[in-house]
């Protein structure tokens, strides 16, 4: 009989998002292990065209408020959201699991979580992948439930998933006895080996050009990208593929809508997005120089390496701890539009070392970032909680 892992804390799947990714790329991970995996939502936070329950890629997922999507309704959707959640709670208490990993920053849903888990003995194991108390301006409440998170959270449950050789130091001094596995972005390399497309937009796409991809929340970084590439003076074009709130993004396309040569995408497919890092020049990915940056781990390092193209980004965070400049990527020593001018205008006049870096940033990533990788971490891990 197959063991049964279930996934809760995190709304969305399996609407795109590097969250979503990540929960379907580790319980890809789980399959290889011989679970079957079940994603529950509590939440109907989007609108699209999903069920409210299904299969995709052998994961099942489960909407507990019956519905995948908001209504117009405010009221409503807050009145299912609160019957989504006592749903979700007498599902988990009838439900066989033998593992389950909880996706959270709320210290009390982590609580009720655990306490479920540990009536049933459920090995529980709780992400982390960035520092809460790290991201802006918070209320009293919020401040609070931080603090709780990061003192208490981990000693809730039997272990741990960081993202991050930062985070996993934080918990460890916060939870010293619960066990930890440093999980950080994770690629399944099997999905850019697409066949080449060739439709209306890639047919559109003969020109050089850099790429950046990421959210429109981050409007500090996007630009200081855009100030780095303006620099460069060249004939090269900058792609960027935005997400995010399409208020923000409606903003951004006014304020660049001038500059012919940067070239902005949002909601395309994956086999769109695939193409367009596989065909990139140069891939940019700079990291502040912030706490909150030093904790996380941006999951489009991930995607960026195993296009085998050369990615630029600076010496902050975990990629101090994989990358080496101009051996398996471009590493600027400080996060400075122009030394990331300077390795475009690298990549442009050194087409062939480019290249040749990038593809020793793909080597290495198939070593760390590869899903499949993580079978034998993930399985001794599960086997040491007693």
Known sequence: MAKRLIYVGFNGFPRASAEVVKQKLICKTFQLMGFECTIICNKNYFFGNYRYRGTIEGISYFYSTFLYSKT??????KLIQIFGVCVEKLYLIYKPTDVAIISSRNFWAISIYALIFKIKRTKTLLTHVEDVSSVGKKSVGKKWNDYLFNHYAFRLVDGALPISEYLKNKISNFAPETLQLKLPVMVDYNSFK???IRDEFTVGISFNYFLYCGSVSYKEVLNFIVDSFKAVGSSYKLVLILNGQ???????????????????????????LIYLYNNAKGLLIPL????????RFPHKIGEYTASGNPIITNNWGEVKNLFTNKVNAFVCERYDVELFTAAMRFIIDNPKESKSIGLNGEKMAKDVFNYPNYVEPLSNLIKSIT
């Not at 120089?289 to 904790?295: G, I």
């Open 194 to 196: 697409l066949k080449e």
């Open 72 to 77: 117009k309704s405010k009221i409503f959707n």
């Open 246 to 272: 399409p208020e923000k993004l409606k903003i951004i396309r006014n304020e660049l809508k001038e500059y012919k040569n940067i070239i902005i995408y949002s909601e395309i497919s994956f086999q769109h």
């Open 288 to 295: 502040r120089e912030t706490v909150q940056d030093k904790a």
